[in-house]
């Protein structure tokens, strides 16, 4: 069984670096069984590339504009059960016009929308218009085939008004938008908040992530939960210290596959729901078809027949079809 889950954030939130960091940390099997292995040969050079950075106290070079974005494929074990996780490399324009185009302009944002509108007619990009639209597909194949989204974002982009803070205001409220117009409202959100160590001593002042949280992001939607990471805690100079911590990876890992697993059992019920309020009116509407042949017909046994052969085709062929459509 295959599980997509979608991890995904705007430029400058620090993605590449966990995603980097998280993937080393978990490169060999853990004691319980948990590792990540790069699943495609965008993933493994993504890994290689990355980590050499890191290794000699450097950022990665921030990735350039593609205008096919690459698609990286990782599978995350858990003792002998296996799951796929999907990430990609995204525009920044495409999620700006992603966010314009899915977020509700309400009064209470609309000063604010408007000159974020403004800023991405202005904007020069090394892409094409079509480039652009390239990526605004992939953002929404990954969030459509998910079952479960991971969203990643650095407050302290927000708090500081840093580059990309408006994509980082906006994503979380577009987001949840997008999902409920595509039917796909069930699918749960996980807030990931990125490089923590930078605006931990809010913690004093607000008590819990979420209060910050709901204090520098307006209406911000309820979502399935917080983690907050740091993928590099340790920086001196502006730089990863060579033997820099981590923090929050292992509760990252758990709540993602956690979320994959419930994810399983849900794709499940539902699946039980629709026979309960379809199936079985479809083959209480056949019971009463054989009612009235029984009631016209001299023999009874043709008409036993009958629904007996018309029920076992219909089961028969929901079983097939279930069996071969993934949960």
């Known amino acids: 069984?295959?599980?997509k889950i979608a991890f995904i954030g705007t430029y400058g939130c620090g993605k590449t670096v966990l995603l980097t960091v998280l993937t080393?940390?978990?490169?060999k099997p853990t004691p319980e069984g948990f590792q990540i292995k790069p699943a495609n040969l965008a993933a493994v050079k993504f890994c290689q590339e990355k980590w050499d950075y890191l290794k000699r106290g450097e950022w990665p070079a921030p990735t350039p504009p593609d205008p096919k974005p690459p698609i990286y494929k990782w599978t995350l074990c858990n003792g002998t059960k296996e799951k796929e996780l999907i990430t990609s490399d995204i525009a920044g324009e495409a999620w700006r016009s992603f966010i314009i185009d899915n977020t509700?302009?309400?009064e209470e944002m609309r000063s604010a929308w408007e000159k974020l509108k403004q800023q991405v007619k202005e904007m020069r990009s090394s892409l094409t218009n079509e480039d652009i639209e390239t990526h605004i597909t992939a953002v929404s194949n990954m969030l459509m085939n998910s079952t479960g989204i991971f969203l990643l974002l650095d407050l302290s982009q927000i708090i500081n008004?840093?580059?990309g803070y408006e994509e980082a205001l906006y994503l979380p409220n577009a987001l949840a938008k997008y999902m409920k117009i595509i039917g796909k409202s069930h699918v749960p959100i996980t807030l990931v908040l990125a490089k923590t160590d930078k605006y931990k001593y809010l913690l004093a002042k607000f008590g819990s992530w979420e209060n910050i949280v709901k204090e520098y992001i307006p209406n911000i939607p309820d979502f399935e939960s917080i983690v907050p990471v740091a993928a590099v805690a340790d920086i001196?100079?502006?730089?990863?210290?060579h033997d820099f911590s981590s923090t929050g990876l292992e509760d990252l890992y758990k709540n993602i596959w956690v979320t994959m697993e419930q994810q399983s059992v849900y794709a499940l019920?539902?699946?039980?729901?629709?026979?309960?309020?379809?199936?079985v009116l479809i083959l209480a509407i056949l019971y009463i078809i054989y009612l009235g042949l029984f009631l016209i017909s001299p023999t009874a046994t043709i008409c036993s027949i009958y629904f007996l052969v018309v029920v076992a085709g219909y089961i028969g062929t929901k079983i097939y079809l279930a069996a071969m459509k993934p949960l």
Do not use: C, V, Y
Request: no cysteine; charged share 45%; hydrophobic share 30%.
């Open 1 to 3: 069984m295959t599980d």
């Open 24 to 27: 080393q940390r978990f490169r």
């Open 104 to 106: 509700e302009n309400s």
């Open 161 to 163: 008004k840093e580059p």
């Open 236 to 241: 001196k100079e502006a730089r990863p210290a």
């Open 269 to 279: 019920l539902r699946k039980a729901k629709n026979f309960l309020f379809k199936d």
